[in-house]
């Protein structure tokens, strides 16, 4: 059984940083592709950014290029969300996911296990 939690979340002003963890137990993730995805109040969850397990390889959605860093660190078996320069449409549930073998790392239904989420409020 796999088991992700994040934390990190938080209030911050437009303009300002934060960084989310989500620490992963229970497998080895050798195969594994690690998302983050978001859902603001009355929206379907969208894609924000993954990394390949192995190799590191790095997906983002549209809206946070250049802006959102994903990264891994294998020894703590924990992924990271960098967010910088957050915008009001940023404010969402962040939730942190594990894909076994995903066959798109965009879509929802490649992943198998999810954490409960974090709150990120952008205040403008």
């Known amino acids: 059984q796999v088991q992700l939690v994040e934390s990190g979340g938080g209030l911050v002003q437009a303009g300002g940083s934060l960084r989310l963890s989500c620490a992963a137990s229970g497998r080895t993730f050798s195969t594994y592709a690690m998302g983050w995805f978001r859902q603001a109040p009355g929206k379907e969850r969208e894609f924000v950014a993954s990394i390949t397990w192995s190799s590191g390889i790095t997906y983002y959605a549209d809206s946070v290029k250049g802006r959102f860093t994903i990264s891994r660190d294998n020894a703590k078996n924990t992924v990271y969300l960098r967010m910088n320069s957050l915008k009001p449409e940023d404010t969402a549930v962040y939730h942190c996911?594990?894909?076994?073998?995903?066959?798109?790392?965009?879509?929802?239904?490649?992943?198998?296990?999810w954490g409960q989420g974090t709150q990120v409020t952008v205040s403008s």
């Open positions: 996911a594990a894909a076994p073998y995903p066959s798109t790392v965009y879509a929802t239904r490649s992943y198998n296990y």
